[in-house]
Nanobody
Framework: EVQLVESGGGLVQPGGSLRLSCVASGFPFSSYGMRWYRQAPGKERELVARIGSAGDSTIYADSVKGRFTISRDNAKNTMYLQMSSLKPEDTAVYYC??????WGQGTQVTVSS
């Protein structure tokens, strides 16, 4: 059974940082590209970043370029999202995705003073 478990969300002030983690199980993690999405209240879910299976290719949404860094540790079956210079508009539930219909439960990130 494919499982994706996110953690690391929380409340942070504007300009602060957080690191999200996604621990994967039930499939050969190192064989799959992975993605972070987010969904803000009243908005559609949007792609934040994507990373290739070996971690050597990454793509970012324009809104997070230069502020967020996606990475992975295939030995730990874990993907990360390092978020810096956070803005109130980054407030959302963040989800990891393997592709297709495989989603984690999400972790809430709230950026507020």
């Amino acid at each position: 059974e494919v499982q994706l478990v996110e953690s690391g969300g929380g409340l942070v002030q504007p300009g602060g940082s957080l690191r999200l983690s996604c621990v994967a199980s039930g499939f050969p993690f190192s064989s799959y590209g992975m993605r972070w999405y987010r969904q803000a209240p009243g908005k559609e879910r949007e792609l934040v970043a994507r990373i290739g299976s070996a971690g050597d290719s990454t793509i970012y949404a324009d809104s997070v370029k230069g502020r967020f860094t996606i990475s992975r540790d295939n030995a730990k079956n874990t993907m990360y999202l390092q978020m810096s210079s956070l803005k109130p508009e980054d407030t959302a539930v963040y989800y990891c995705n393997r592709g297709g219909s495989y989603w984690g439960q999400g972790t809430q990130v709230t950026v507020s003073s």
